[in-house]
């Protein structure tokens, strides 16, 4: 039997232990998890040589105790995000590049009992009537699911892991990310309390470079951080990490980033750091950038930093507060000193291509390039 033939095979055996497993369960029957199953393997798969035994003992420790056929792919330190789709192939990206595997779920009964295995621990579920959630594992990996009728090909996964050590800014030199110009330029920045804008595309690195940056705030100064699903670990002592939480079942408990973002200001912070900026908060957080709450960081999705000026705009306007087009791009001029693009190339990649200085114009803000990178060397233009 080949290698592809043996190991569908024992997957299928798996999944019919696994049922069989939860059967006697349910009937009473006792014994550590692992005797159970290398019993059950004994008397169900007895024709099987001792090393496959031992590898369906894995496989139905898998399914029952754990997260099934993604296990190999939690295991593996280089898999940064897990994206599973139905029952096709699982997709996995590495060194910020995507790549099939050769792991799939056998129906779609069991990605959906994965799916449960994953929400429960978080106080969550996903179902026909609620089919989008978002979760954080106690790891820190961020989870997102799609249910059907909204996911039309079967329950859509997607696991972004949590990398238990934090890039430093030598680090991110190291690695080619920074270059020692761009290292020296936000370290001055941020020591000498610049509101920083941090903006970029999906999986390009943004909030990487804003825990980076947490590396340059004073040990003694007292620092908010205010996230959709906490991230950030900066090396700090005086730190306070909030949280957005989403509604409950019953509709109730919701805590908005906005929320958080004007509870922050009666914190007594010296810094106020936004994951990430997507919603009417933007209006607060500008407001406390330009009142007095200088060297705050934030993130946004945005392609160039003039989108990100436009884009923080736009989001500020959703406040709801009434105030003038002109008068929101003047805050936006106000509050902002820098804006960070951070890009994905092709290979994978994850480098800061441009720094741009905030500058009042005639009706609002404009932008001038004080760092770019140009043909994978630096070029520094001097601050007004």
């Known amino acids: ?64 105790l754990g997260l099934g056929p993604l296990e190999p792919l939690l295991r593996d330190p280089a898999v940064d995000e897990i994206l599973v789709s139905g029952t096709r192939p699982v997709w ?32 969550r579920r996903a179902d026909e009537s609620e089919p989008l959630c978002d979760a954080r594992l106690p790891d820190g990996s961020r989870v997102n699911v799609a249910l059907p009728p909204v996911a039309v090909d079967g329950p859509a996964l997607t696991i972004r892991r949590f990398r238990p ?12 990310s920074w270059t020692p110009a761009l ?28 825990g ?20 950030l670990r ?12 989403p509604p409950s079942v019953e509709g109730r408990g919701e805590v908005t980033i906005r929320g958080l973002v004007r509870n922050a200001l009666r914190m007594r912070p010296d810094r106020i750091i936004v994951g990430e900026v997507r919603g009417p908060e933007a209006l607060d957080m500008l407001g406390a950038m330009a ?7 934030a993130t946004v999705h945005a392609g160039s930093p003039a989108e990100a000026l436009r884009r923080l705009e736009t989001l500020a306007l959703l406040a709801g507060s009434g105030l003038p087009h002109e008068a929101v791009r003047s805050q936006v001029a ?38 770019a990178l140009r043909g994978g060397r630096p070029v520094l233009r001097a601050a007004a």
């Open 1 to 64: 039997m080949d290698p592809a033939a043996r190991r569908a095979h024992l997957d299928t055996l798996a999944a019919e232990l696994r049922e069989r497993l939860v059967e006697e369960a349910w009937a009473g029957a006792g014994g550590e998890a692992a005797d159970r199953i290398a019993a059950l393997v004994d008397r169900e798969a007895g024709l099987l040589d001792p090393p496959a035994r031992a590898e369906l003992c894995a496989l139905v420790r898998e399914r029952a």
């Open 334 to 371: 106000d509050a902002l000193d820098l804006v960070v693009l951070q890009e994905r190339r092709a290979d994978g990649t994850r480098v800061v291509t441009s720094v741009c200085e905030v500058l009042r114009a005639a009706g609002g803000p404009a932008t001038r390039e004080v760092y």
């Open 92 to 123: 996995v990206e590495r060194a910020g590049r995507l790549e099939p595997t050769d792991v799939a779920f056998a129906d779609e009964a069991s990605l959906r009992h994965v799916i449960e295995r994953l929400l429960t621990p978080a106080g």
């Open 234 to 245: 900066l090396p700090l002592e005086h730190v306070v990490r909030l949280e957005a939480r």
């Open 212 to 231: 980076a940056l947490g590396a340059f705030l004073g040990p003694a100064e007292r620092v908010v951080t205010i996230e959709d699903t906490a991230e």
């Open 291 to 297: 009142t007095g709450h200088d060297g705050s960081l």
């Open 165 to 176: 050590r934090r890039f430093t800014p030598e680090d991110l030199v190291a690695a080619g």
């Open 183 to 210: 290292h020296d330029l936000l370290e001055r920045a941020v020591r000498e309390r610049a509101n920083v804008l941090v903006c970029g595309g999906t999986g390009s690195g943004k909030t990487t470079t804003l």
